[in-house]
């Protein structure tokens, strides 16, 4: 572990010197790529620091307690009584900073909330859930860009598509993609009884072509008039954009923006969202498995939380034990750091597991 610490090191140094090369620095791309990877390092090199400083210290009251002078002793004795703990907490933390990130999580997002079943409740929620993620956005100081709206009868929206970006969103919000589901009495409800409905989350990483092997001449692009809400825009321009890879026959479109330069945007991401996921799984079946156990499908079967009023409660459903379960007043006011805290650990739990088989 220490060869490779010490690799890491050396790695670290050498972005810090490529930090001031004018001309690395001229170039925002390449200056914010080269910051972003000597951040990352930071974390991991001022713990090696620290574990060094500590072993240090080890060997030093080891070699106390041979002097002959019973107070060193006891002074060495005490010392390592402190010591050995932080030493075996310090390879722990280590241990989880080694794990290999997931390149994708820097990336920005393209965030969907749409009403599944209930009817006009679970719009009603869908509005609930926007407000729940916009109140943890401004939190993190993230920016938010709404590219499309369109909503419900009696309130909230029946579906919603936002662009998201900041640090490291989809790092965090990479686990809200599923359906959502609610119990509570609705609105609508006369009779005071509860009922149970859902909302979908999708969480899109923006991809960029240099990251999908694609080539632009197997490219086919289609544009058709938009459908649903909108207005008469959708009925008098072809703003709709359709995107057909050739050599695979996927395709993907977007009809969500009011602009055909947005829809083409939003359409030629999926496409590359679809396709990098093809080559991914192709290439690492069992961790492509293992991500869709976390994140979920988004199908509205694939119930991920639920948000229970009448016992103020909200549970994950890929928790277990009491760790499942939050304050739903809390949650529902964008507090949503604990349980996408507890998913991690999940995560870094199975990537660890992974690593010792």
Same mark, same amino acid.
């Given at each position: 572990?220490?060869?490779?610490?010490?690799?890491?090191?050396?790695?670290?140094?050498?972005?810090?010197? *490529?930090?001031?090369?004018?001309?690395?620095?001229?170039?925002?791309?390449?200056?914010?790529? #080269?910051?972003?990877?000597? &951040?990352?390092? &930071?974390?991991?090199?001022? +713990?090696?620091? +620290?574990?060094?400083?500590?072993?240090?210290?080890?060997?030093? /009251?080891?070699?106390?307690?041979?002097?002959?002078?019973?107070?060193? $002793?006891?002074? =060495?004795?005490?010392?390592?009584?402190?010591?050995?703990? *932080? &030493?075996?907490?310090?390879?722990?933390? @280590?241990?989880?900073?080694?794990?290999?990130?997931?390149?994708?999580?820097?990336?920005?997002? #393209?965030?969907?909330?749409?009403?599944?079943?209930?009817?006009?409740? +679970?719009?009603?929620?869908?509005?609930?859930?926007?407000?729940?993620?916009?109140?943890?956005?401004?939190?993190?100081?993230?920016?938010?860009?709404?590219?499309?709206?369109?909503?419900?009868?009696?309130?909230?929206?029946?579906?919603?598509?936002?662009?998201?970006?900041?640090?490291?969103?989809?790092?965090?919000?990479?686990?809200?993609?599923?359906?959502?589901?609610?119990?509570?009495?609705?609105?609508?409800?006369?009779?005071?009884? @509860? %009922?149970?409905?859902?909302?979908?989350?999708?969480?899109?990483?923006?991809?960029?072509?240099?990251?999908?092997? #694609?080539?632009?001449?197997?490219?086919?692009?289609?544009?058709?008039?938009?459908? !649903? =809400?909108?207005? *008469? %825009?959708?009925?008098?321009?072809?703003?709709?954009?359709?995107?057909?890879? @050739?050599?695979?026959?996927?395709?993907?479109?977007?009809?969500?923006?009011?602009?055909?330069?947005?829809?083409?945007? #939003?359409?030629?991401?999926?496409?590359? *969202?679809?396709?990098?996921? /093809?080559?991914?799984?192709?290439?690492?079946?069992?961790?492509?498995?293992?991500?869709?156990?976390?994140?979920?499908?988004?199908?509205?079967?694939?119930?991920?939380?639920?948000?229970?009023?009448? $016992?103020?409660?909200?549970?994950? %459903?890929?928790?277990? !034990?009491?760790?499942?379960?939050?304050?739903? $007043? $809390?949650?529902?006011? !964008?507090?949503?750091?604990?349980?996408?805290? =507890?998913?991690?650990?999940?995560?870094?739990?199975?990537?660890?597991? /992974?690593?010792?088989?």
């Amino acid at each position: 572990m220490l060869d490779k610490l010490e690799a890491i090191k050396e790695r670290y140094l050498t972005l810090e010197e *490529q930090m001031s090369d004018p001309e690395i620095v001229v170039d925002p791309a390449k200056y914010r790529k #080269i910051s972003k990877a000597y &951040k990352d390092l &930071k974390v991991v090199v001022d +713990a090696y620091e +620290a574990y060094k400083l500590v072993l240090g210290n080890i060997d030093t /009251a080891r070699l106390m307690l041979k002097e002959d002078d019973p107070d060193m $002793q006891e002074m =060495a004795a005490a010392e390592l009584e402190e010591l050995i703990p *932080q &030493k075996g907490e310090l390879e722990e933390k @280590i241990k989880v900073l080694l794990i290999p990130k997931d390149p994708e999580d820097a990336r920005d997002v #393209i965030f969907e909330i749409r009403a599944g079943t209930g009817g006009d409740e +679970a719009s009603i929620f869908a509005g609930d859930l926007y407000r729940m993620y916009m109140r943890y956005f401004e939190t993190l100081g993230w920016e938010t860009e709404v590219v499309s709206i369109n909503e419900g009868t009696v309130g909230g929206y029946s579906k919603i598509v936002l662009e998201i970006s900041g640090e490291d969103v989809y790092g965090r919000l990479k686990f809200e993609s599923g359906a959502h589901r609610v119990q509570r009495v609705p609105k609508t409800e006369s009779q005071g009884r @509860i %009922h149970t409905s859902a909302a979908t989350v999708a969480v899109i990483p923006k991809l960029e072509m240099d990251d999908v092997n #694609i080539n632009k001449a197997d490219l086919k692009v289609d544009t058709f008039r938009s459908s !649903g =809400a909108g207005g *008469q %825009h959708v009925n008098k321009t072809e703003s709709g954009v359709r995107f057909t890879h @050739i050599p695979t026959g996927i395709v993907a479109e977007s009809q969500d923006g009011r602009s055909q330069i947005k829809n083409r945007e #939003i359409a030629l991401q999926r496409l590359y *969202q679809k396709i990098y996921e /093809a080559q991914r799984e192709a290439h690492d079946s069992k961790m492509a498995a293992q991500r869709r156990s976390l994140v979920g499908s988004g199908d509205r079967s694939d119930k991920i939380r639920t948000y229970n009023y009448p $016992q103020n409660r909200v549970t994950d %459903h890929r928790l277990e !034990g009491d760790v499942k379960n939050f304050n739903l $007043q $809390q949650v529902i006011e !964008g507090e949503l750091d604990p349980i996408i805290d =507890a998913l991690h650990v999940v995560e870094t739990s199975e990537k660890m597991k /992974a690593g010792v088989e």
